[in-house]
């Protein structure tokens, strides 16, 4: 991706923006320009602070050694920001005089000092003005009376745990109405020898399930789920959905009232009234109001900070706002819907058609296929969100990164498909193949499958999805895999 592209993604400003605004200065300067002219007030001030601190040390070390700032490097940047352009004036008007009476070293020294005091007065002067206009923004809005910083605990830590805990865990270090410690719960297990707790809580590294990657050290492991919850406002459950019954059965009665959940589980459960989404178990358990976070986030390429986005759902606009704060970051961007029941359920459908996409990787199709089998796809989990979500289901909220994005990333990334084409290459068991392939962790879109074809059944629906069904005879009944290919050949979208 060339790299003026990133900062406008992550500014959410279309690309064109950014390249119209080339000139001849230097692409990093462009940056901070584009960026200066696209943040509010504050944040112009913070870069021009920055920027002008940084040009004024640079430009008094040059300037000891050169005669005439106007030929050094530096005299080009700071025309480039306000503040700078107001320093050079001054600076020329003393500087002709200064040259024609030669100062001395120590002269220079002295008023490059002072110079550099004005500034940072100056800048901090005008840091005070930003910072009471917050405060009294916060007054309007009746949010500025003090309350106590939120604590958070995050409920797992596997792949995907472990890299929203880096996310979470920067976040609170440096925001002030969260606590700076987060508790992350740990299921505990003996790796290389140790206990996974002790690991992290020392070498701040989930060597298991993320390794490579360093959490923060204000990420605390727990290895008692009460103790990590204890006195949580918001809880962030990130476990395989098999696990998430037991956790709430322990969690009930110990969790605060007003505590704020977040399920970034993707499955579905069923129970004897048909589908259950993950968020409703843990709402109708613990007595809390639950948001969801799905979207194109494989765990290991947010760990490494590379660009992406996600979708928020919440009924609560304010809980939406908190949890945006709280796990938004420049790399990971986070739109708020509160189609709430949409998002959670894309997240765990697109995991059945990424296993067909597997498949056919398997079986030697190409692109055009795989490019079918995500659409074919899609047409059956909004088919099937309309049938099941109790709330509204409105196509927009397929083309949040909840949606076709997410499906588009498992369908050519993610162990759901990798396992899948290694089921149709090997002929090995899915349950087999998840032992060799994944140390540890689990498989979503085969149980997935299962669980929905218990529904469409129970409601003769079956025909109706024929490429989920087909998922799930295959991985379940024995059905050959070299017959997914009919169930696209034959289905209803083409009839
Ligand atoms: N990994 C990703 O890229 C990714 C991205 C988005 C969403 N998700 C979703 O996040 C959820 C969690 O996935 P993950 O990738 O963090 O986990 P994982 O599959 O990497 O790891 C398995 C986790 O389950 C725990 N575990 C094992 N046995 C357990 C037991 N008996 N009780 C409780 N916990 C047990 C392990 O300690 C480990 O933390 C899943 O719903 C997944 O679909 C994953």
Known sequence: MPAVLVPCLQLGQPAKATARSTDKAPI????RHQATHNLGRNLVF????????????????????????ETSPSCGSLQNTAPGRHWLWEY?????????NNLTREDRVTRGNSLRAATEEHTSSRRTVAAEHRVSDCRQRGTA????PRKVCIVGSGNWGSAIAKIVGENA???????????????EETVNGRKLTEIINTEHENLKYLPGHKLPPNVVAVPDLLEAAAGADILVFVVPHQFIGKLCDQLKSHVKKDCIGVSLIKGVDEGPEGLKLISNIIRERLGIEMSVL??????????????????????NKEHGKILKELLQTLNFRITVVEEADTVEICGALKNIVAVGAGFCDGLGF?????????RLGLMEMIAFAKLFCKGPVTSATFLESCGVADLITTCYGGRNRKVAEAFAKTGKSIEELEREMLNGQKLQGPQTSAELNHILKSKNLVNKFPLFTA????????RPVTEFIKCLQNHPEHL
């Open 366 to 374: 190409g692109d055009n296929t795989k490019a079918a089998v995500i």
């Open 46 to 69: 913070l870069v021009y602070e920055n920027t002008l601190l940084k040009m004024v040390r640079y430009a008094q070390v040059v300037h000891m050694e050169t005669p005439d700032i």
């Open 92 to 100: 020329r008007q003393g500087g002709r005089t200064d040259a024609t």
């Open 294 to 315: 799905m979207g194109a986030n494989i765990a290991n390429e947010v760990a490494d900070e590379k660009f992406c986005e996600t979708t928020i759902g919440s009924k």
């Open 173 to 187: 270090a440096k925001l002030d109405h969260f606590d700076k410690t987060v508790k992350m719960w740990v299921f």
């Open 28 to 31: 990093m300067l462009k940056h």
């Open 471 to 478: 998922v799930y005879q295959i991985c379940y009944e024995g």
């Open 145 to 148: 009376k003090m309350s106590p």
